[in-house]
């Protein structure tokens, strides 16, 4: 079994389509996360949704267009969504920790020294960490035409594996994993199991973006993908609707795409 595991949650899990927090999904990932760190893995969960959060929280009819009014629902939203897997991740006798990111964080190498030993500090006092990019602060995921290093929670989930030195990346989604043609439109479309490079074939695969809710797509999970792989940490895109899955996931077998890394 891998001893650390990096688990990327998006925004389209954690809300509902019709608007509202899923209260369902959030306890079922918390049970599972719970078991498999009860199971001796030490678990790290990287969790978008601090907009979509707030959004809902202000009672907004949908995400703010202004950075400014983003930022501010990101504010709002992080706290909310800390609230709740606290209680959630509480019910299992868990503690977490809060980690928010930003570009200087992990490009400067003083600070990324300093993060590696605080992530090393959290999970052997066995907490779980919670990580998000600081939104209310970063402007890297939610402003585009800037140079960014995170810039999208799949980026920051394999830079936090990095820096985590973790045996395993799982990026939970809406889509079972990578698919030889888009499966909303062709209903032919295949499901690729594994995949050990990341070539120009296996680019043009990727699609456009995530949901409304979210800034996501398979082209961030791809390069997710790459930078997971050149550090030698094995990556899974699995669906989120199938939360028991990772515990196959965890012990190698077939679940979603598996981005398999060189030793």
């Given at each position: 079994?891998?001893?650390?595991?990096?688990?990327?949650?998006?925004?389209?899990?954690?809300?509902?389509?019709?608007?509202?927090?899923?209260?369902?999904?959030?306890?079922?990932?918390?049970?599972?996360?719970?078991?498999?760190?009860?199971?001796?893995?030490k678990i790290i969960l990287v969790s978008s949704g601090a907009i979509g959060v707030g959004t809902v929280k202000l009672g907004l009819p949908k995400r703010p267009a202004e950075l400014r009014r983003k930022q501010a629902a990101a504010a709002v939203g992080?706290?909310?969504?800390?609230?709740?897997?606290?209680?959630?991740?509480?019910?299992?006798?868990?503690?977490?920790?809060?980690?928010?990111?930003?570009?200087?964080?992990?490009?400067?190498?003083?600070?990324?020294?300093?993060?590696?030993?605080?992530?090393?500090?959290?999970?052997?006092?066995?907490?779980?960490?919670?990580?998000?990019?600081?939104?209310?602060?970063?402007?890297?995921?939610?402003?585009?035409?800037?140079?960014?290093?995170?810039?999208?929670?799949?980026?920051?989930?394999?830079?936090?594996?990095?820096?985590?030195?973790?045996?395993?990346?799982?990026?939970?989604?809406?889509?079972?994993?990578?698919?030889?043609?888009?499966?909303?439109?062709?209903?032919?479309?295949?499901?690729?199991?594994?995949?050990?490079?990341?070539?120009?074939?296996?680019?043009?695969?990727?699609?456009?973006?995530?949901?409304?809710?979210?800034?996501?797509?398979?082209?961030?999970?791809?390069?997710?993908?790459?930078?997971?792989?050149?550090?030698?940490?094995?990556?899974?895109?699995?669906?989120?609707?199938?939360?028991?899955?990772?515990?196959?996931?965890?012990?190698?077998?077939?679940?979603?795409?598996?981005?398999?890394?060189?030793?």
């Amino acid at each position: 079994m891998a001893q650390r595991i990096v688990v990327k949650v998006g925004t389209s899990t954690l809300l509902r389509e019709s608007g509202g927090v899923n209260f369902r999904e959030m306890d079922a990932l918390a049970r599972v996360l719970s078991d498999l760190k009860n199971m001796g893995s030490k678990i790290i969960l990287v969790s978008s949704g601090a907009i979509g959060v707030g959004t809902v929280k202000l009672g907004l009819p949908k995400r703010p267009a202004e950075l400014r009014r983003k930022q501010a629902a990101a504010a709002v939203g992080q706290c909310e969504l800390m609230h709740l897997y606290d209680k959630f991740f509480g019910e299992y006798s868990q503690t977490v920790a809060q980690i928010l990111l930003t570009d200087a964080d992990v490009e400067d190498p003083h600070r990324r020294e300093h993060l590696t030993g605080t992530f090393d500090a959290i999970l052997d006092m066995g907490v779980i960490p919670v990580v998000n990019e600081n939104d209310s602060v970063s402007s890297s995921e939610i402003e585009t035409g800037s140079r960014k290093v995170l810039g999208d929670n799949d980026t920051l989930s394999a830079i936090v594996a990095g820096l985590c030195r973790a045996d395993l990346l799982v990026l939970l989604s809406d889509i079972d994993g990578l698919y030889d043609a888009d499966p909303r439109k062709d209903p032919a479309a295949q499901l690729i199991p594994r995949v050990t490079a990341i070539t120009p074939e296996i680019e043009a695969l990727a699609g456009g973006g995530g949901t409304k809710w979210g800034t996501g797509g398979m082209a961030t999970k791809l390069s997710a993908a790459r930078y997971a792989m050149e550090k030698g940490i094995d990556m899974v895109i699995a669906n989120s609707d199938k939360l028991d899955a990772l515990y196959d996931i965890v012990e190698g077998k077939p679940v979603g795409t598996r981005f398999t890394a060189k030793a």
